[in-house]
């Protein structure tokens, strides 16, 4: 058991993580278990720095088990360039997908990253912009919380882009949606919005109120990130 390990022992740690490895390199193989393939693929990368065997593990569980945390790692490892893996945007979408259409804890973070590529054309592969689909992605993320998603359906909506026409309402929306959830542009946008009258009615209170928490949300961030510094 790990608790019985005597971790400032050398050689007790090396053959108490020979044995982690064996382990999961069982649950793997033989067992054919899709979890034990993640976490001897996470082993492989994190104690024996081993990205290439990782690599393989990874691609294998997500190929041929669909798991969803192993492709989005895949797809990490595909805009990388990491073990051994070509920097092949393409391939990365397309494992993000697999791990957005699977659901999972990594499902959110995949879907936007697909959506990421697919609106800027790196990810399709016709290498063209596809927008709508791109809408889509972050609009299932969005719908599932993920706020950097819900900020890039309203940046959609508030310029407009192939395929998606210009939608201030939608934009005042997806903005608002994002502000409530704690987005410093979001709510500045929002704001914009109301107090220029840009395609939804001019209400200065509300304007003035969405700035306020603009402003607390960015100092809010600020001194999180001062006393991350000093307390690392």
């Not at 022992?9 to 067992?31: A, P």
Request: proline share 2%; hydrophobic share 30%; aromatic share 8%.
């Amino acid at each position: 058991m790990a608790g019985l390990v005597n971790f400032e022992d050398e050689e007790e740690l090396k053959t108490y993580l020979e044995n982690v490895g064996i382990e999961y390199s069982f649950q793997c193989h033989k067992e054919k278990d899709p979890e034990g393939c993640l976490r001897l693929a996470d082993y492989l990368a994190g104690i024996k720095k081993d990205f290439e065997r990782a690599a393989e593990v990874l691609k294998e569980n997500c190929e041929n088990n669909l798991h969803s945390e192993s492709c989005y790692k895949l797809g990490t490892y595909y805009i990388h360039g990491k073990g051994g893996l070509p920097a092949d945007l393409k391939s990365a979408c397309r494992c993000f997908l697999k791990s957005c259409e699977k659901g999972g804890k990594k499902s959110l973070n995949a879907c936007h990253f697909a959506a990421e590529l697919l609106q800027s054309g790196e990810g399709s592969d016709d290498g063209k912009p596809n927008v709508p689909l791109a809408r889509d992605y972050y609009s299932k993320a969005c719908d599932a919380g993920f706020v950097s998603s819900c900020f890039s359906i309203s940046t959609i909506y508030l310029k407009g882009a192939p395929g998606i026409q210009k939608d201030m309402n939608q934009a005042l929306n997806y903005s608002t949606k994002a502000c409530d959830m704690g987005h410093v542009w979001a709510c500045a946008n929002a704001s914009r919005m109301y107090k220029l009258g840009d395609g939804v009615e001019k209400n200065d209170t509300k304007a003035e109120a969405l700035k306020n928490k603009a402003k607390e949300l960015h100092k809010e961030q600020n001194t999180a990130s001062v006393s991350l510094t000093f307390g690392e």
